[in-house]
């Protein structure tokens, strides 16, 4: 029986929808505009590809102790 866990994997769509903004951010240049939004994208900035990366690690560690 496969166990999931479901906090690393709603961690991981955080982080992949986190470095998604940040890249579209900086992809289109949006620099100037909603203040809201680019609030959003400067939250995320940095945060999302360091989480993804300990999520990363921590699912290689989970994978080597089990088998």
Do not use: C, P
């Amino acid at each position: 029986m496969n166990h999931r866990l479901i906090g690393l994997d709603l961690a991981r769509v955080f982080s992949i929808f986190g470095m998604m903004v940040v890249n579209y951010h900086f992809g289109f240049g949006a620099f100037q505009g909603n203040k809201i939004l680019l609030e959003i994208a400067n939250f995320f900035n940095g945060r999302a590809s360091a989480t993804f990366v300990i999520l990363a690690g921590m699912g290689l560690i989970l994978f080597a102790k089990k088998n």
